[in-house]
């Protein structure tokens, strides 16, 4: 009885394989690059490897939003997907004491970076900045689902957020979704 189980399960670990499927399901680090915490050096292989900008999600442990966020969008195939082929990802603690080199060169803690520079008060926040260590877009608060992040990717891909908000731009999006 034990052995056909466990021949049942090589089976279907064995078609999985075939599928191209993962074994394991993604987690949040699958999602966020290794940072030594000089986002200058980080600038430069975004450059390097042909990315439109870095992504900074701004957390802190204790924050159910991030938590939530962590283990239903930034877990999702196509979510990591998008984003590993279009930015470097790093996450930051707003409480860190860690030691951090931003975009500019200014020196500080990732939590006196955080808070006295990007004004970061709550989380998550996360912002895009473009290949110059210029911020293009921020959006503070979770997003609902993997598809509204999506969106918030693509309106910083696209460039759209030369030319309106995230907020008038979801609304178009969804707007013109519904009129098909």
């Known amino acids: 009885m034990m052995k056909k189980w466990w021949q049942k399960l090589a089976q279907s670990l064995m078609v999985l394989a075939m599928l191209g499927l ?3 399901a993604a987690q949040a680090s699958d999602f966020f690059d290794e940072t030594f915490g000089n986002l ?3 600038l430069a292989t975004a450059k390097e ?3 439109q900008g870095v992504f900074l999600f701004f957390e802190m442990e ?3 939003f991030c938590d939530r966020m962590k283990k239903t969008i930034l877990v999702q195939p196509e979510v990591i997907k998008y984003f590993k082929e279009h930015f470097l ?3 930051i603690d707003i409480e860190g004491a860690s030691t951090l080199i931003d975009f500019d060169g200014t020196e500080g803690t990732s939590q006196s970076i955080s ?3 990007y004004r970061v008060r709550a989380t998550p926040v996360m912002m895009f900045f473009d290949l110059e260590g210029n911020p293009t877009a921020r959006y503070t608060g979770p997003t609902k689902t993997a ?3 999506m969106l918030l990717g693509k309106f910083v891909v696209e460039g759209i957020y030369k030319e309106m908000s ?3 731009y979801k609304r178009s999006v969804t707007t013109d979704t519904a009129a098909q």
Do not use: A, I, R, S
């Open 22 to 24: 993962p074994l394991q």
């Open 40 to 42: 200058q050096d980080e």
């Open 49 to 51: 490897n042909g990315k």
């Open 62 to 64: 204790e924050c159910p």
């Open 89 to 91: 990802t790093y996450q």
């Open 115 to 117: 808070e006295k520079k």
């Open 147 to 149: 598809d509204e992040f």
């Open 166 to 168: 995230f907020t008038k």
